[in-house]
């Protein structure tokens, strides 16, 4: 009967997600196409309106300057004539110093007559200009009228079709699944009800034969009493007993019975309650649950697009800019006119002097150079930042931001700095555990700051978030606590913990992320919308009200952060309640804070093209403070600051980078240089390090289990071989993919919460791999390019060890073998590869067991501690794969994984390995930035490597010329086929 339920529960369970697949999937793909669409129409039209606003600026441009260009002409043309004008008369008045008065008046009245023609002139070219740009303007009127109908149609055809697609595959599903879920219940109920008339029968039945049989048995005892009851006392009283006893028997075995069958009918029910709750809790079933609330979205988006129409007042403030233009333009028509009515011309040519008044719009101080149009309306046009206004209006990518309410994030800068969800920002820093957020409705998470309580200063000590029932807990020296310190990656359940470069990352699909870099100390809190109005804590309600954010634990209005840190106390009894933020308004104007203004205010700052769209007010204010904290690091404490705001434009869409001065890396003599700055080093001068960084890439398939074991004594070894040759200090980093969950695509393992360790500590990480036999991710590209863009210290010699057993393929990649090549060789990586294969020779019939090749050698059980390897390259094949092919081009090796269990195949491989992994005596090093924001070195040979390829020998060569790499770069070594490789090794090595 267990098995026929088990059985039935499993057909559901197969019939559900054959439903989802077949029908909910394909639906749900089909409204993200749609709506795709709708993104795309949107942006596209978007797109043609700012091209064509762009061209109606430029032409408006050039008018201007063609119309300034007549001006200056026509103005010298006027100029030139009244000159001349001037002369003539002056040159008469000379001759005529005795003439009447009459003819003074006559001349009087031809200057008359010039100024009014030249005023006549400058109105007849106005009044040109002004056609024109009317002209143009109601040319460009109508054209974004009709761009304004058109998109608007097309919208709203495009938001009907997928309006209709959504409900009609709605009302599809819907049906399906509800008669799903009927007939499954109706199954159920029905294997219920059987099997409980079954017990039932039994039990009756039973019970009917045991009353029969003691009512059977009491009659004859009864009977034989009464015949013997003088002469068989002593017996009757023994069998009366007896008969006690078989009667107590009887009701123990019928309780038994009874409690039996309560307990099947108990576990029949519990499991028919269990197996509906896994049947309600499967992803299938949640997203049809989700599909539930889709019937509502057509009507919810279009009450929003109706109120952000009423809300915005688009249709009036249209009309009103186009009246505000035409009263502009009518304003500067009037006062020109005002202006050349109120002027007026000197005319004194006997004290020298004549004065012409020409009303301009615009300020000019000279015709030899172009007007200033500071202050008009010009100059607002020209200046206006296109950069703002593309991330202002640009719409997300992110379709869950479409319709409110929308995910938002909390933010943890420093010590003292916060921003709540609505985005209120304080000061705060106490000596206790406080509540940041947390899940008042359905409790699915908590985020608590904790302090150090023992020092004077506000000190950070840790972040802990508790989910689904685990306490994780993110310390400021990057190790993560689960009860005890774990390594990362972890999941369990909904939950994800991950190290990508600098940031911890604790993620759960139902809607929380927090993510924190520690060496910018900062740390954001990031919701989904579903949780809107649902949390408390120091990062506020989120309900987009920021003025009740301050609301304390028990539901009022904080006047201070105080009480309201006090409020959300918890954790042991908390001894100092005062806040012990520091905040500093007296050097707002000091030279001190130079370098806060220089980046939250100055027009030429690094940060400016996010100004438009995130306040860089609040991240001054942040700046100014932590200047007070920690005068030590006056040069570099800004930075921080500067970290938070970057970080708050990329979540708001905006790419941005840090500024070149909050972005160094480290020499090997320890000083410090900047982002773009490249620095030379030479062994001549001792300033190559001798040290080396070693990934290690493990792919997490069941097939590598075996030598993955084995993979913290290879490295102890290698390590051993580097020391041995002179290169002391290295360190080894572990990198995994192909596995199944967080161990699917290329993660970071970590080494006792490092990314590079000892090579004494690679078992920690190495502990941390989990193999699987199902996964589908084949991509070592990607992984390779993970490890390559590892932070490598600057001038060490760099190896990439890839441990596989499966086929590595371009197709599978998102990753081109160009670019990895290119990445290999610029950095000077050498790349080895462990794999499946057994390689094969055809050279004689002595067996030879080969461990591996290189691009010029092969490497036998006889060439232990020999780098070189044997001479007969070209009677070996091996696994030809583009990994491959790329570890020989970079000087690397390929080696045969299985032999990794043997006790010489340390002794063999360690030594090739290390051999071609020594620093380059010369380098060019550049300090860049990585993804999270910090300076990585990229080191190059100063010299151009050549590819490596393997050498082809036909049977009559005698010689091979081998490649490798030495202290003044790559040599050559003349190998002849009648030597003994062993006595070439001895020589070379003395």
């Not at 003088?230 to 123990?252: G, H, S, V, W």
């Not at 705001?645 to 070149?660: I, R, S």
């Amino acid at each position: 009967m267990k098995t026929e339920l088990k059985q039935k529960w499993e057909d559901v369970k197969t019939r559900s997600q054959e439903l989802y697949e077949e029908e909910i999937r394909p639906i749900v793909e089909e409204i993200k196409e749609a709506m795709e669409d709708v993104a795309d129409l949107a942006e596209k039209d978007w797109e043609d309106i700012k091209e064509y606003w762009t061209e109606v600026y430029e032409e408006l441009r050039a008018s201007w300057e063609e119309y300034a260009k007549i001006m200056e002409e026509k103005l010298e043309q006027i100029q030139a004539a009244t000159m001349e004008k001037y002369q003539e008369i002056r040159k008469r008045m000379e001759e005529m110093k005795d003439s009447s008065m009459a003819k003074i008046q006559e001349y009087r009245v031809k200057m008359e007559e010039l100024r009014k023609e030249a005023m006549e002139k400058m109105m007849e070219m106005w009044n040109e200009y002004r056609t024109k740009f009317m002209a143009k303007y109601e040319e460009a009127k109508v054209k974004l009228s009709q761009m304004y109908e058109e998109y608007k149609e097309k919208l709203i055809k495009k938001w009907e079709e997928t309006k209709a697609i959504a409900e009609q595959k709605w009302e599809e599903t819907r049906a399906k699944a509800i008669e799903m879920y009927n007939k499954a219940r109706e199954e159920a109920m029905q294997r219920y009800n059987e099997m409980r008339t079954r017990a039932e029968e039994k039990y009756n039945e039973l019970r009917q034969k045991t009353e029969k049989i003691y009512e059977e048995i009491k009659e004859k005892i009864e009977r034989i009493i009464e015949e013997y009851k003088e002469e068989y006392r002593p017996q009757y009283e023994e069998l009366k007993a007896k008969i006690e006893r078989i009667r107590r028997e009887i009701m123990i075995r019928y309780e038994e019975i009874k409690r039996q069958y309560e307990e099947i009918r108990d576990d029949l029910k519990t499991r028919y309650n269990v197996k509906y709750m896994e049947i309600m809790s499967m992803e299938e079933v949640q997203e049809i649950m989700e599909l539930l609330k889709l019937r509502e979205v057509p009507q919810i988006v279009f009450e929003e697009a109706k109120w952000a129409w009423n809300y915005w007042e688009v249709e009036r403030n249209a009309k009103e800019m186009y009246n505000n233009t035409i009263r502009s333009g009518k304003e500067m028509i009037t006062k020109m006119r005002d202006d050349l009515k109120n002027k007026y011309v000197i005319f004194d040519p006997e004290n020298g002097n004549i004065f012409l008044t020409i009303p301009l719009p615009v300020q000019i101080h000279s015709f030899a150079a172009m007007p200033n149009i500071e202050g008009t309306r010009l100059n607002t046009l020209i200046n206006m930042d296109v950069v703002d206004m593309f991330y202002r209006y640009k719409p997300t990518t992110d379709i869950r931001n479409w319709i409110p309410p929308f995910k938002s994030h909390a933010v943890i800068a420093g010590s003292q700095h916060y921003m709540t969800f609505d985005k209120k920002f304080f000061e705060f820093a106490g000596a206790c555990s406080y509540v940041v957020a947390r899940d008042f409705i359905d409790d699915n998470f908590t985020v608590v700051v904790n302090y150090e309580r023992d020092t004077n200063e506000p000190v950070q000590k840790s972040l802990t978030v508790i989910t689904q029932g685990k306490e994780i807990e993110i310390k400021e020296d990057s190790s993560v606590f689960i009860e005890v310190e774990v390594e990362l990656p972890i999941e369990y359940m909904n939950t994800t913990i991950v190290r990508e470069g600098d940031i911890i990352k604790v993620h759960n699909t139902k809607g929380l992320t927090v993510a924190c870099n520690l060496k910018r100390d900062l740390c954001t809190v990031e919701v989904s919308g579903w949780y809107f109005d649902k949390t408390g804590g120091l990062a506020g309600t989120y309900n987009n009200e920021p003025s009740d954010d301050f609301t304390t634990s028990d539901n009022r209005i904080a006047d201070n952060t105080e009480d309201l840190a006090r409020s959300w106390e918890v954790g042991r009894q908390c001894r100092n309640h005062m806040n012990r933020a520091t905040e500093c308004d007296n050097i707002s104007r000091s030279p001190r804070a130079e370098p806060c203004n220089q980046l939250f205010q100055d027009s030429t700052s690094p940060l400016r093209k996010c100004f438009g769209l995130v306040d860089p007010k609040p991240y001054r204010t942040m700046c100014m403070n932590d200047l007070c904290n920690d005068e030590k690091n006056a040069d570099s404490i800004h930075c921080n600051a500067a970290a938070a705001y970057v970080t708050e434009c990329k979540m708001n869409g905006v790419e941005m980078h840090m500024p070149t001065k909050c972005v160094s890396c480290k020499k090997p003599d320890g000083d410090r240089y900047y982002k773009h700055e490249n620095v030379k080093l030479t062994s001549a001068k001792n300033e190559i390090p001798r040290s080396a960084d070693i990934v290690v890439i493990v792919e997490e398939k069941k097939c590598n289990e075996e030598a993955a074991k084995l993979m913290p004594d290879l490295v102890k070894k290698i390590d051993a071989e580097f020391k041995a040759n002179g290169i002391e200090d290295n360190r080894f980093g572990l990198i995994g993919f192909g596995g199944e969950g967080v161990h699917s695509t290329e993660h970071t393992h970590t080494i006792e919460s490092r990314i590079f360790h000892k090579a004494r500590k690679f078992l920690l990480g190495a502990d941390g791999l989990a193999f699987s036999k199902s996964s589908d991710n084949n991509d070592t590209f990607s992984a390779i390019r993970k490890a390559a863009n590892y932070p490598f210290r600057t001038g060490v010699a760099k190896s990439i060890i890839v441990l596989t057993c499966t086929e590595c393929k371009e197709s599978e990649s998102k990753v081109s073998y160009d670019e990895l090549f290119k990445t290999m060789t610029d950095q000077d990586i050498t790349l080895h590869i462990l794999t499946d294969y057994e390689f094969k020779i055809n050279k004689s019939k002595k067996s030879i067991e080969v461990y591996g090749l290189d691009a010029k050698a092969v490497f036998t059980k006889k060439d232990i501690d020999n780098p070189y390897g044997s001479n007969f390259r070209e009677f070996v094949s091996g696994p030809e794969n583009q990994c491959t092919r790329l570890a020989q081009q970079t000087n690397g090796t390929v080696f045969d994984a299985n032999r990794m269990s043997e006790k010489t195949f340390s002794n063999i491989f360690s030594p090739r390995m290390v051999y071609s992994s020594k620093p380059q005596s010369c380098q060019i090093c550049e300090c860049v930035e990585n993804e999270q924001g910090m300076g990585q070195s990229i080191c190059r040979p100063c010299e151009e490597m050549n590819v490596i390829k393997p050498v082809k020998i036909g049977k009559a060569s005698k010689e091979v010329k081998y490649g490798y790499p030495g202290e003044e770069g790559f040599k050559s070594v003349i190998i002849n086929k009648n030597d003994k490789f062993d006595g070439l090794f001895k020589n070379k090595k003395q």
